[in-house]
Structures are given as C-alpha cells and as structure tokens.
C-alpha cells in the first residue's frame, strides 16, 4: 500500500539526480569550451531514465562473478555518455558548440525545476491524503 | 548530489580564464617595452589549456579545465630604425616586443566571454540548488 503511494516520488527522485548529472555534464562542455582537442559529451537521457527506474536492463557493466567489482546502482550517466558531432570544424579539434550547450543547459534546468515541482506536488497530495481534511 | 560538482568544473574554468585574461593584459602591457642592452625583447605569452578530471575515480561527466603550459611566442620582434633612441643598437636599429594588440584584444574577449558564460552556469546550479533544498515545503 504503501509503495503505491512512494512509487511516482521515487520515479521522479530518479527523474531528479539524472537531470542533475546531465547538469554537470553540459557544465563540464561549457567549462571546456576553449580547451584545444575536447570532445563535447551528452547523455541519452531517455535511456538513463528506463535503465534507472528498472525498465531496461542496464547496457553497462554487470557484475556476474563473485570476485567482480559490484556497478554503482541507482541513477548514473557514465552508461550512456554519447560523443557530441561537431556543428562547424575547428582547427583545435575542439567540438563544443557554445549555442547548443547554451540551449541544452537552459532546456535542462527548466526541466529539473519542472521535476521539483512534481514532487512537491506530490509531497502535497499525500500530505492532504494523510490528514484527511 | 552531483550538482554540487557543477561548482567545482565551473570554478576550474574561471580560474583558468582569469589566468588567460591576466597573461593578456601582461602582454597588453608590455607591447611597447624595447630590448635591453641584452637584445632580448619581452615575448608574447600565451597559455594552454587542459581537460581534467574532477569527479570520484576520474567519473568523465565532471571534467573542469586547468593551464597545463604557458608558452612563449619565439617570432622575432618588431625592429624599428631610430639612430637616437637610448635602446639602439649599433646599427641604429630599436628592437620592439613582438606583441601583436590586436590578437591580444580578441584574445581578451574571448577570454571574457567565456569567463561569463562560467558565471552563470554556477549561478544557475546555484538556484537549482536552493530549490532543491526547498524540496517537500511548499
């Protein structure tokens, strides 16, 4: 009964610390907008989403022997970090397109505001559900 | 919280801006100093800069940036022709730095910009943080 009513906060929670690991990765490409042979990197966030909250079996190491070193669980990026193709060539090769990281930055922390709303929200609802009134 | 890392990257790279816009307005500074008796003019200075790690065992999405080298350009330097400058040598020749302004000032810029751009990337992890921390009151 009562993973019922936890289960969309915890699938929001998960929501939550992607969006905030896909923060840091556009932070880093910004940081890096200048450094001669950087690679801008992404995450397909879809993907991380369903792998995170148990839809699809995770494409990223799996421990299967005893000796091996267990994988962090819960939300991660490093599985589906992507290469960013480069817009215009540069003569560093580097590919950072300070117009897309700019926009990809802004999309994302709506985004992440967006998720903090539904669980407040939610917090909400079953604050209400609680007290009955 | 991984957005805490945000703060980490960005400060590495305003860092390593404030340090490219400081050798800029040192070479900004000395585009006009001649040789010494020596010859030997002041040189243009430019610094590199490298990707690094940041993260909890080299975790890649956190990279900030730090100045690996800080290099010196080796192009000879502008020789101007005045028999009576204190500074000329025997053939009356004054040897200049070779500091180019204008690549200097667009270095400038650029270096700004970027430096901005840094700025508000932390200010944005920063309202995303207060936010967050807010989570469940209201």
New interface residues.
């Given amino acids: 009964m009562l993973n019922r009513l936890t289960d969309t906060l915890d699938f929001h929670g998960q929501a ?2 992607l969006r ?2 896909r ?3 556009i ?2 490409n ?9 690679v801008a ?1 992404d ?1 397909n966030f879809s993907q991380a989403l369903k792998e995170a909250t148990g839809l699809q079996a995770s494409a990223g190491m799996v421990a299967t022997r005893p000796g091996h070193i267990a994988t962090a669980g819960g939300a991660r ?2 599985a589906n ?1 992507e290469y960013a193709v480069a817009s215009q060539t540069n003569l560093d090769r580097n590919t950072v397109d ?1 117009d897309r990281e ?1 926009a990809n ?2 999309d994302n ?1 709506v985004r ?2 967006a998720t ?1 709303r539904f ?2 929200s939610n ?2 609802t079953m604050i209400d559900a609680i007290k009955g009134q | 919280m991984s957005l805490f890392q945000v703060f980490n990257v960005t400060g590495s790279a305003i860092s390593a801006q404030s340090q490219r816009l400081n050798v800029v307005a040192s070479n900004l500074a000395n585009a006009d100093t001649v040789a010494g008796p020596d010859g030997a003019a002041y040189k243009a200075r430019q610094v590199t800069f490298q990707a690094e790690l940041m993260g909890q065992m080299g975790d890649a999405a956190s990279t900030g940036v730090k100045v690996s080298t800080i290099t010196e350009d080796q192009t000879p330097g502008r020789r101007v022709h005045d028999p009576n400058h204190p500074s000329a040598d025997a053939d009356g020749y004054v040897t200049y730095s070779n500091v180019n302004p204008v690549e200097e000032m667009v270095n400038m810029i650029s270096a700004s910009r970027s430096y901005q751009n840094n700025i508000e990337v932390m200010n944005t992890a920063k309202s995303l943080l207060l936010k967050t921390i807010q989570m469940g009151q209201g």
């Fill in positions: 939550l610390s905030s690991e923060q840091r990765l932070a880093s910004i940081a890096n907008a200048d450094t001669p042979g950087y990197r995450m990026a490093e970090l300070m700019r930055f802004a922390a992440f505001e903090l669980i407040n917090v909400r």
